[in-house]
């Protein structure tokens, strides 16, 4: 699945990006940018691993994945921080937001696939 995919990139470029920031800012931005990815990849793996049989367990795969987009989206505000702090230049902001616009785009296509592969299970 690309979403898996681009999770874990969304979640080593955060890590390797991260760990340029001050060390001051440890604790206040860098770690939470960094749990914030690691618990997107995690919910993008969790929601895959569920293979719905009935409407419980596709309610479970759905409950991961808007899990993973409601972080992905709180993510957001925290790249636009980090970068207004840090002074982030453009192009690596640009790169950065990139890959978490694609993974907002790839966990609610795979919803919205969701939707209708499993709409009629009980």
Same mark, same amino acid.
């Given at each position: ?20 920031? +001050? ?8 770690? +939470? ?8 990849? *995690? ?6 691993? @569920?293979? +719905? ?5 596709? *309610?479970?795969?759905? =409950? ?13 505000? =925290? ?9 982030? *230049? +453009? ?9 978490? =616009?694609?993974?907002?785009?790839? @966990? ?5 696939? =969701? ?8």
């Amino acid at each position: 699945m690309e979403f898996i995919h681009t999770a874990r990139e969304l979640r080593l470029y955060t890590t390797r990006k991260v760990t340029g920031f +001050p060390k001051r800012y440890t604790f206040t931005v860098a770690n +939470p940018l960094a749990d914030s990815a690691r618990r997107i990849h *995690q919910y993008c793996k969790m929601a895959n691993s @569920v293979y +719905p049989l009935n409407a419980h367990e596709a *309610q479970i795969r759905r =409950d991961y994945l808007i899990r993973a987009n409601a972080e992905l989206n709180a993510m957001v505000s =925290d790249i636009e921080f980090a970068a207004e702090l840090f002074g982030i *230049q +453009p192009d690596t902001m640009k790169f950065w937001m990139d890959i978490v =616009d694609r993974e907002i785009r790839l @966990v609610k296509g795979t919803m919205k696939r =969701d939707r209708e592969r499993y709409k009629n299970l009980e």
